[in-house]
């Protein structure tokens, strides 16, 4: 049976027929070059400026994307409970699910402090760091919360290999012993990169251990360069393909999100007469 | 050549004759029954109901404590960066350093942006979480924003040795080559257990690998049952011994800071007396 956040996930992806989740990583001039907010959202108040940015990302975009994955590194230092609620609001209001892209990882104690205000604030479900070990216990206190909970299982960034892909366990890798525990402990997907060292066998491995139903989020589409066919021929049917700075500084972020879609949905439908064909 | 952050350290401890560092994990009757603020700071303005709670901590304990520890999960969501600043500004008024017990892990231009927000509250360090592979790079991120960064090694909770202390790497543990990357990167220090399956072998271990002059941050000693006499006897002499609950729940923050204060040192002084003892 599918946990209450995949099923959130199930009917917006049905409703949008979309699998795009838009990546809020709002970076401003003060501490970058590129890859920043248009200026006008750039205030002195910075935090209603980065509320404003959010919601027009969620409102241009609601169209073509079933999910938005605001990041705390760039949110949580200015944003209050009333601000993150706003964006969860809208995002439900447009029909969306809200992944916070948080990379928790502290003892049960700690981490239930952050479930609860992760609730308050109206997420759906939050991204996990397995690195304490506790995802058993992580995902019972966030399905307590009513939060779905993914689980950081192979990334994509060239330093996570030394960690993620060594042998451990009678010389298996780290990422698919994390992907039995997600399997065992029924949290809700894993997150996986979608480029570099990050191969379709990987992905496989890690659907095939986790199961047909659980959701796995691909993040650092578009600018990152992952590799959507890799994501789609490797990945099944319940997944996430994230984009983010490629779709929120954008010039018209609807119209890019919407590419995104159409992009997204020909590929899947590309494999799928791939595969009939090979039946045949 | 001691990092900057590390100079801020010794001059606080120095200053205050203390290794203690407050934890302020503020928890509410709203999310939990035990380890909660006292009602006075549970107010309708949640906001400034925990600000207050750390200030009136920080002041209270400033005496008998060289670090605070102020925890994201417990305080990010609400407080905004105003509210951050405020808090920094107390410590470093008191003569106290403040590190952000964040646990962050994630990609580099992330990892910046938290480093700029950090930044700009006046942190003077962070806690990191390696499991992204990324310290050298975090490393130099964070000192470049003038931040000194505490790598997570081997933690105390009883779920985290599959990970951590499995072996990996021609057969060492996974914390013991974090330990390696910690010396080789230039990070701060590490933050280590103190109780469960970490022994006194096990922190002497880390501390022969990083080297003598970085920090070890020793958090769970109090409610959590951390072995003060192992820290003190395998630590070396530049720990920090955080006590955050049986420390900030109490109805007089001040004299128990008092009490751990004056029991840490004369562990030290006993500790110091027998080697000596020895040596003859």
Redesign the interface.
Known sequence: MPSKFIEKYLKAKKEKNSVLCVGL?P?LR???KE?VVPSKYERKD??AGLLDFCLDVIEQTADYACAIKP????L??????KE?KKINQKAHKEGMVSIIDH????????????F???Q??GFDALTF?????????ATKAAHKRNLGILV?TY?S?V??????K????EWRP?YQ?IAEEIKNFGSDGAIMGSTGHVTMDDIRMVRSLIGEQSLILFPGVGRQGGNMRAVIGAGGNNILINVGRDLIYDKNPGKKAKEYQMEINQTIKDFHQELEKQKK
Chains 1, 2 share one sequence.
């Open positions: 990583d970076g003060s501490f970058r890859d910075i935090e990041n705390s590194q760039y949580l230092f200015t944003l209050g409970i993150l990379k928790l990882g502290d003892i049960g104690s700690t981490n239930d402090a952050a609860y205000w992760m308050e604030a760091s397995p690195f304490a070990g506790n995802i058993e216990e950081l990334m960034n330093e996570a290999g030394w960690i993620q060594q042998s451990l366990f780290l012993k």
